[in-house]
């Protein structure tokens, strides 16, 4: 006769897999937390050389900026390797924030691509080492031609850094690689000193949010951009009437042109007030018909000019106190010139 046991399997067995689990659950939170510290080590050793870069930056900054603020052509980026991906990016940015420019890999540069670098152009060269030996016959073309020349590197005395007009130069700060080995901390700087010198640039030069959407005319960034008159109803759409209009009139012109709201306009033609749904509501009575509209208003209205951002206009329309559906565009006099709906928002993909 077969006992429980033999049956069931022995508790022994079980409370050993039960510890086997235990073992496993345990080196995994091991691996997460020793993952976690990894990663925060490295981003702290990124931000200590990001902490040193900005404390170093001086007059050779400034330089840098006039250089390429003085371009009367184009500016090129390039670097070799990690550094080359950093100058791509780099270039982009400028390009999107209105200083043309473009890369141009240093390989290449030297199997004809020289000749697309100009006079007038300034070119912004990458290499931590200061001795990229790619970037020898780029670096000779500029002084060649007599052009402008930005290094950014960590050697003072390369020979990058010595054939520049101006070299940034990167402060001594250890890779976030344990082995020391992998560019980490040395791109994260470059990458960031890129930026810097874009955003410097473009607050020299006065460079707007309508400028930008100039070159980001696509996507979420490009509606977000948009202005208010690009998308406001105009002309006989826009729902508005006198202050003595009676309330049987000012209501067939909301059900008309189908805002659910009536802009009240003064004898100067400048918006007084508007009549909404809620307006409606707390006037209500016998006497609401024959009521003049300039009694049932709400005055002071919330307003917009045709010139600001649509995204400014949604600010607008989602006040906690208390949001609202639609807005009037007024001119510097107050005078209203159209109506926004949030619904035009939804449709330019900014709400």
């Known amino acids: 006769m077969l006992s429980l046991t033999a049956v069931l399997g022995s508790p022994y067995r079980v409370l050993h897999r039960s510890k086997e689990t235990c073992h496993i659950m345990t080196a995994a939170v091991a691996i997460a937390r020793a993952d976690l510290d990894v990663a925060r080590a490295v981003l702290g050793t990124e931000a200590a050389g990001l902490r040193a870069l900005a404390a170093g930056l001086d007059e050779r900054f400034t330089r840098a900026v006039d250089l390429l603020d003085g371009a009367a052509g184009r500016v090129v980026v390039s670097g070799m390797g990690k550094s080359g991906h950093v100058a791509r990016k780099i270039a982009a940015t400028l390009a999107s924030t209105g200083t043309p420019a473009l890369f141009v890999h240093p390989a290449e540069a030297s199997h004809g691509d020289l000749g697309m670098i100009v006079t007038g152009d300034v070119v912004l060269a990458l290499s931590n080492s200061g001795e990229t030996a790619e970037l020898a016959d780029l670096v000779a073309h500029t002084r060649r031609f007599g052009l402008k020349l930005i290094g950014i590197t960590a050697r003072d005395?390369?020979?990058?850094?010595?054939?520049?007009?101006?070299?940034?130069?990167?402060?001594?700060?250890?890779?976030?690689?344990?082995?020391?080995?992998?560019?980490?901390?040395?791109?994260?700087?470059?990458?960031?000193?890129?930026?810097?010198?874009?955003?410097?640039?473009?607050?020299?030069?006065?460079?707007?949010?309508?400028?930008?959407?100039?070159?980001?005319?696509?996507?979420?960034?490009?509606?977000?951009?948009?202005?208010?008159?690009?998308?406001?109803?105009?002309?006989e759409a826009v729902p508005l009437a006198p202050p003595d209009t009676k309330m049987d009139r000012a209501l067939l012109l909301m059900t008309e042109k189908r805002f659910g709201c009536l802009g009240i306009t003064d004898a100067g033609g400048r918006l007084a007030g508007v009549i909404t749904d809620g307006d409606l509501r707390r006037a209500m009575g016998p006497d609401l018909l024959v009521r003049?509209?300039?009694?049932?208003?709400?005055?002071?209205?919330?307003?917009?000019?045709?010139?600001?951002?649509?995204?400014?206009?949604?600010?607008l329309m989602n006040a906690r106190e208390r949001p609202i559906t639609t807005l009037f565009v007024v001119d510097s006099a107050g005078r209203p010139v159209g109506i926004l709906h949030v619904h035009d928002l939804l449709r330019a993909g900014i709400a």
């Open 292 to 315: 003049p509209a300039g009694e049932v208003m709400t005055t002071s209205p919330r307003t917009i000019g045709p010139e600001a951002l649509a995204a400014a206009a949604l600010h």
């Open 157 to 235: 005395g390369s020979t990058l850094a010595s054939a520049a007009d101006v070299a940034l130069l990167l402060p001594a700060a250890a890779e976030a690689c344990p082995m020391g080995l992998a560019p980490t901390t040395s791109t994260t700087m470059q990458m960031a000193l890129g930026d810097a010198l874009a955003v410097a640039l473009l607050t020299r030069r006065g460079f707007t949010a309508g400028d930008f959407r100039q070159f980001h005319p696509g996507g979420k960034l490009g509606a977000r951009l948009r202005r208010v008159r690009e998308l406001m109803h105009t002309g």
